[in-house]
Each structure stands twice: as structure tokens, then as C-alpha cells.
């Protein structure tokens, strides 16, 4: 058993108002990197900042890291398409940085990347995987990529409010910028993923095919990125069981996410760590949700044994990741 | 605690009769992204070779990868100027493939990789590194090194017969080109890494210099390279504690060993793995010696109680890696 992290970016995360993913638009370029050392080593080491969300709610990599810490689950980083350095180790499919999906051909390497995720989903010595994502702004990237195929699905956000209707302007501008309509890459993958998606949506496709292909169980981690992913496995042609396993906050903010997965004959695990504690009640409070294979996280620690443990180890990490965080956090260490 | 194991080519391998890495020599590229793989996963994934010597000397890599089994630690793989594709994740720290020391600037990469490679290890957040190398022709590149800081220790080989004198050759032809002399780049490293080196050993200097500066224990898990490696710390003016981990292979076939690390100011630890079952009876015949963080490991299993079990433990990778010499261990397994 293995847990992949696919981290990328999109320039479409710095359109105003996309993504809560880093305190600052300047910073989120940041994000995947500083994300993917943190489920490595615990903190950061290369990336000078620990993502936040403008409110201060901890990135879901720290629960990611906390279940680690408590089951000792092997991690693979895809570098699919970082900007920033990460000391984390990668692995190279090709992928480059994605350009704002507004633009006539955001994702030229996403042809490229698909099939060298596919080999190595086909040749990883695994029974088993987890595959995540960490690529702010990438919910509207996955609702464009989903219009294409012909999806009516919604997207969820890592904001409170999902800012819905800038989505899917920015959708209706990406769809006519590569003179697509909804609908007009359905049953063409890689059609979807090149001009309207970002850099990780074509990797987690390419490894879950791939990975489909050598007879490997797949659960994807996540909420509406990991199910636009699906939808582009399923559009490919690749038929095998697949799972979804997302967070308890992801479901309730995407009551369609039953109906979509039926559609995409997804067996759905939804989880809930129960978070009360500050800074986690953020979650509650409906920020950030998903991501960095949280969902993931929580259905590997459920099955473990240990989900009512992740709270307290998410506490002792995020003590670790922001020293400011502890004070906070003591009282509840002490009674707990 | 973690094994850093830093991987990367040079063309010098490629000069006939320099290196026994790989039963082939147009395929002596693939060694070292092959050893990451067999560490990383047990056996090979991307990579199409399983490498072992022309007289079929298993790669020390499975027994680094037979020692993880037993120990678990954890592994960081460095790209140091690997050639070819591998699927074990990588940390870039901007080297790239070494040229042929007989080339005027080998390694243009060195200063860069260098820096990179010293903030890399001065940031990560462990007590203690073990860091091995896997160059095919590295210990030319290592002699030429030691030659130009003005070092006259003499370097192992990884073939029962030592080429030495075609290796002062080609390290003759390496000063010369370079318009250097024995000597000239004493108390310089960055010269002699840059002019006459691989790419590995100044990534390997670059993290151990960063590691002493934030008072991380390092062990150089390895034989002469890591001498030449440890040369280059040395004159960079880096005086923390260092140790040398290496087999008792490579120890016999360097009688200088001890007087060269008291000159260097290194611990050395020599671990004798014992083993006689074949093919591992190869090591015994003078054949690969080290390599692959291979003395690291055995020092760690030393250190955890589990050297007894390194042989077994290797045979049952070996098997996995290559299905042929499971018929010839089949009656060791049995008996043990």
C-alpha cells in the first residue's frame, strides 16, 4: 500500500477569488511544494511557508502527516507541474507548470504526462494505492474539465462560500478560448485535460489507468478534483473498480457527490475525524474540506483502528508546523 | 534517522575496462536509476536491468534494499546527474550528467549542486544521515579528486582486479586537459569537483557540509569515493565530527583505509557482512566490494541487532529481483 501525492499548479489560481489554498495570492505558488514536505517530513524544510488559508485553517496535509505518523503509510510525490522548489523527493512524468485554463492551450504537456503515469501505475510493485492532490485553484480547473466531457456535476471549494458563479465564468471563457463547447471532448480525455485542466487531473488519470491496467486496487483521495479525474478514467475507457474516498465536510458541501459517483460507478467511503479542537473546527466551519489525500488519509486511519487518535496527532503536528499554534492547542493536548 | 542516497553518471564510466556497474557496458547508464528502484521498491520498476557485474556479482544495492527490509529507515534519493529515467522520487538540486574527466570541465553543474545540495542539508529535519552514492566509474573520478586536492590515497574498484594504472592514466589525461597539476586545487573543492570529479561527489559534500553546520550526525556509508567525498569536506574547511561506514570487503582491498581517515580526521566503522551462500560469495572474491550505501547499511543493522539476518534477507531480494538465482538459493533458504 502506497499513498501518491500528485502536486501541481495552475495559474488559474491567482484569477481573484479562486482559491483559499495559502494566506497569500503571492504565496500559492508554495502550496504543493510546502504541502508535499509536510506529509514528508513533518514540516517544512525547502518552502518558506506553511499554507494556511486566509482565515487561518491548516492545510489538509497536516492531517495527511498525522495519519502517517500513526499508521506508517509509504508516500510517492508526482511532481506534476510544481513552481517552486520542494525538498521533497518527486518522481518526473514530464508535467510542467499549467497556465490560466483561460488561455488557448493551458496544459500542453498533459498528453505526455497521462501516458508516463500511465506506465508507471502499471509497473509500481503495489497492490494497492491511495492517489491525492495538491494543486490550488484546482477545482475550477476540474469543473472545466468536467463541462467538456459533458459532466454536470458541481465542484466544492476550499473556501466557505464557493464562489460558484467566478468559476464558472472562468469556465465559459476557458471552454471558448479553445473553442470547445460542453460536451465536445466527452469520450476525449486527453482533449479535456490539454485545454481545459491543469497539470495533475491528466497524471492522477494516467496512474489510475495505468494502475487499473496491472490489476492494482485504486482508491482516489479527495472530493470534486479526484472525481473529475475519475470521470476522465472513465472517459478514456478504463473500467475496473474504482474508489473515491473523501472527508465527512466534502460530502455535506456536494450532496450531488452520490449521484456523480453512481454515474462513474465509484464505490464512495466518506469519512469523519470529528474535528472540534481549534484551529481544526475550521474545517467544520466548512474551509478547505479536501485535499493533499486527506480523504484518503482518513479512510486508511479508519480501517486502522486509529481514526479517533487523528485529531491529537493533526494537533502535534500542526504544534510542530507553527509554533503559535501550540498555545492554542496545549489546552486540549493536557485534557486529552 | 535517514539514508540519503545520491545517484548520478559520469562518462568516464564509459571508457572500457574503468567499471564492472552493469553486465554490459551500453547499459551502465541505467545502474544507478536501477539501485534507487531496488532500495526505493525491492526491485526494479521504470528501469530495464537488474544490475550485476559481468560475472554476475549481485548490485550492493540489494543488500541496502535487504537491510531497509530488516530496519526500515527511511531513504531520500538525490539526483545527481542520473541519465536515465528512474521511478524512485528525486530531490534536484540542478546536477547533471558528469562528461568524461578527460573532457576540460566535467561537471559545470558542481558549484551549483554544491550550494543546492549544502542548504538541502543544513534544512532537513533528522539527527543523523547516512548518505551512500551510486556512480558507475566513480572511483576514477575519486582518484583524479583526491589527486587534484593533493591527497595520494589510492582508490578501490568494484572488479576483482583493480585497473590502476589505466586509472592514473586517465586521471593524468584528466589534469592535464583541465591544465592542472596533483596539488593545485588543495583548500579549492569547488575546483577539484568541478575540473575533475563526477557530479555525485560534490552533492554528497555539498550536503554533508550543510549537515555539520546544523550539528546532524553524518555518516558516509561507502568506501573510497566517500573518502574522496569526505577530502572534499574537509577542504571546504568543514571540521565537524564525520564518520566512514564500509564493508569489510572494501577495507581489505584498502590497506591505507585507516590512515587515510585519520588524515581526514573520520571515524570508521567496517562492518563484515559474512557472507558465503552464493551469488553473495562474489563479494568474498573481491568482486563490487561497496557501493549503494551498502557499508551504511550494514552498519545500521549492526547497530539494530539484525546483521545476522542481512544474508537471508538479501538472498530473499535477490530472488525477487532475479528470478533465476532464486533455483541457485533455493537450498540456502531452506537451510537457514
Redesign the interface.
Known amino acids: 500500500m502506497r499513498v501518491i501525492l500528485v502536486a501541481g499548479t495552475t495559474q488559474t489560481a491567482t484569477i481573484p477569488g479562486i482559491s483559499a489554498a495559502g494566506a497569500d495570492p503571492s504565496l500559492v505558488g508554495h502550496t504543493p511544494s510546502a504541502d508535499a514536505e509536510i506529509i514528508e517530513?513533518?514540516?517544512t524544510?525547502?518552502s518558506p511557508v506553511t499554507p494556511v488559508s486566509p482565515t487561518g485553517c491548516p492545510t489538509p496535509a497536516a492531517i495527511t502527516r498525522a495519519v502517517r505518523e500513526l499508521t506508517g503509510f509509504d508516500v510517492?510525490?508526482?511532481d506534476a507541474g510544481l513552481v517552486e522548489?520542494t525538498?521533497?523527493?518527486?518522481?518526473?512524468v514530464g508535467a510542467r507548470p499549467g497556465r490560466d485554463i483561460r488561455e488557448s492551450e493551458p496544459v500542453p504537456t498533459a498528453p505526455g504526462a497521462f501516458e508516463a503515469a500511465r506506465?508507471?501505475g502499471k509497473?509500481?510493485?503495489e497492490d494497492e494505492l491511495v492517489i491525492g492532490e495538491t494543486v490550488p485553484g484546482g477545482t475550477t480547473t476540474a469543473l472545466a474539465v468536467l463541462r467538456a466531457l459533458g459532466e454536470t456535476f458541481p465542484v466544492s471549494s476550499s473556501l466557505p462560500e464557493n464562489p460558484t458563479s467566478l468559476k464558472e465564468e472562468v469556465v465559459a471563457e476557458a471552454l471558448e478560448s479553445s473553442g470547445m463547447e460542453p460536451g465536445s471532448a466527452a469520450h476525449k480525455p486527453e482533449l479535456a485535460a490539454r485545454y481545459l485542466g491543469d497539470p495533475v487531473l491528466p497524471v492522477v488519470a494516467g496512474l489510475t489507468v495505468g494502475a487499473l491496467e496491472a490489476d492494482i486496487d485504486v482508491t482516489l483521495g479527495g472530493g470534486t478534483q479526484l472525481l473529475s479525474a475519475a470521470a476522465l478514467v472513465r472517459h478514456a475507457g478504463a473500467d475496473g473498480d474504482l474508489s473515491l474516498a473523501t472527508t465527512s465536510y466534502l460530502a455535506e458541501d456536494v450532496p450531488e457527490l452520490e449521484a456523480a459517483a453512481e454515474a462513474l460507478d465509484l464505490d464512495v467511503t466518506v469519512t469523519d475525524p470529528g474535528f472540534e479542537a481549534h484551529p481544526l473546527d475550521r474545517y467544520a466551519a466548512g474551509e478547505a474540506k479536501e485535499g493533499a489525500g486527506m480523504g484518503g488519509a482518513l479512510m486508511l486511519a479508519d480501517r486502522m483502528g486509529v481514526l479517533d487518535d487523528v485529531e491529537a496527532a493533526t494537533l502535534d503536528v500542526l504544534s510542530r508546523l507553527d509554533p503559535e499554534a501550540v498555545d492554542a492547542v496545549d489546552g486540549v493536548e493536557d485534557g486529552a
Chains 1, 2 share one sequence.
Open positions: 517530513y513533518g514540516e524544510v525547502r510517492l510525490t508526482v522548489p525538498a521533497t523527493p518527486t518522481i518526473d506506465r508507471m509497473a509500481l510493485p
